[in-house]
């Protein structure tokens, strides 16, 4: 069975920084690329970063360019997502994906609040 598991959400004040995590098991996780989606209230899933599954290729939707770093650690099965100079619209619950832009499992999500 496909776990995946996110954790290291919370609040955070404007300009400050997080590092959420996910926790993969019931796959090969070395084996694939990995995603990480969000969704803001009232709004649909926004796709945010994808990493190839040997690590060396990342991507990222325009509005987190330079303030987010997705990575991966194939040895421990873990999924990262470093989060800085956060904003307001950063708000969303972010969910741990595999696969790319056609997720194939989803996580439970995390809660990111960005408010003063």
């Known amino acids: 069975e496909v776990q995946l598991v996110e954790s290291g959400g919370g609040l955070v004040q404007p300009g400050g920084s997080l590092r959420l995590s996910c926790a993969a098991s019931g796959f090969t996780f070395g084996g694939y690329d990995m995603s990480w989606v969000r969704q803001a209230p009232g709004k649909g899933p926004e796709w945010v970063s994808t990493i190839n599954s040997g690590g060396g290729s990342t991507y990222y939707v325009d509005s987190v360019k330079g303030r987010f770093t997705i990575s991966r650690d194939n040895a421990k099965n873990t999924l990262y997502l470093q989060m800085n100079s956060l904003k307001p619209e950063d708000t969303a619950v972010y969910y741990c994906?595999?696969?790319?832009?056609?997720?194939?499992?989803w996580g439970q999500g995390t809660q990111v609040t960005v408010s003063s």
């Open positions: 994906t595999r696969g790319g832009l056609k997720p194939l499992d």
